[in-house]
Nanobody, 116 residues
Framework: VQLVESGGGLVQPGGSLRLSCAAS????????VGWYRQAPGKQRELVAE???????NYADSVKGRFTISRDNAKNTGYLQMNSLKPEDTAVYYC???????????WGQGTQVTVSS
């Protein structure tokens, strides 16, 4: 199983980015897809996740600003990030978890930097 993230970068406060997570080698539609982030000196934290049945959970810090989605036909998950703040700066990781076996897979991470 391979997860490849893209879409990170440098953006000014108030700006937007869209992260993508392309999966291969697995039955993506049976997985919960999650986005996590890790800032320097901090623990990795859940940002948002979407189940195979499209149930969605967001961290309180991103509610109303971030939107998670998935396209099973493309084996891809997305994280639309709007109204970005400097405190959103982190490495963002995609996670894909098989809801039956509970095996979990991680992408390599993509850097998001929010700065003026």
């Amino acid at each position: 199983v391979q997860l490849v993230e893209s879409g990170g970068g440098l953006v000014q406060p108030g700006g937007s980015l869209r992260l993508s997570c392309a999966a291969s080698g697995t039955i993506f539609r049976l997985h919960t897809v999650g986005w996590y982030r890790q800032a320097p000196g901090k623990q990795r934290e859940l940002v948002a996740e979407i189940t195979s049945g499209d149930s969605i959970n967001y961290a309180d810090s991103v509610k109303g600003r971030f939107t998670i989605s998935r396209d099973n036909a493309k084996n891809t998950g997305y994280l639309q990030m709007n109204s970005l703040k400097p405190e959103d700066t982190a490495v963002y990781y995609c996670n894909s978890r098989n809801e039956i076996s509970l095996y979990s897979y991680w992408g390599q991470g993509t850097q998001v930097t929010v700065s003026s």
